[in-house]
């Protein structure tokens, strides 16, 4: 009984999953999830996939995307999470946290 209270306890924790508490905690959790540099994208999306299985894994929400660079005219493998009513995204193969839109209307 006691470890089915434990499993029990250790699902609960996670799920429903969640966002970030702080954008300090997002960037350490970011930092030590890093994936290495592939030159194909489909390589690179698969280290985004990694990336989300492990937040996932912790209770976390963090999504894969493929963003489009309208400056440099290329796209870009990215993840984002959020933090109150802030997204945030980093590339998966340096785990720096950059602040993408602020002032979210969430429910």
């Known amino acids: ?4 209270e434990e499993d029990l306890a250790a699902i609960q924790a996670k799920y429903p999953m969640r966002n970030f508490e ?3 905690k ?10 290495t540099y592939y030159n194909y ?9 990694a990336i989300q299985q492990a937040a996932m894994e912790d209770g976390y929400l ?3 995307c493929i963003s489009w660079g309208h400056a ?17 995204y980093w590339f998966p193969q340096d785990g720096i946290v ?8 969430v429910d």
Do not use: F, R
Not at 41 to 49: G, I, K, S, V
Not at 98 to 105: Q, R
């Open 26 to 35: 997002l960037q350490l959790w970011a930092s030590s999830h890093k994936q």
């Open 72 to 88: 440099t005219g290329y796209s870009h493998v990215i993840c984002e999470a959020m933090v109150g009513t802030t997204v945030y």
């Open 62 to 64: 963090v999504s894969a």
């Open 1 to 4: 009984m006691a470890t089915t």
């Open 98 to 105: 950059n602040i993408y839109m602020a002032d979210i209307p």
């Open 22 to 24: 702080s954008l300090n």
């Open 41 to 49: 994208a489909d390589d690179q999306y698969a280290t985004a996939l």
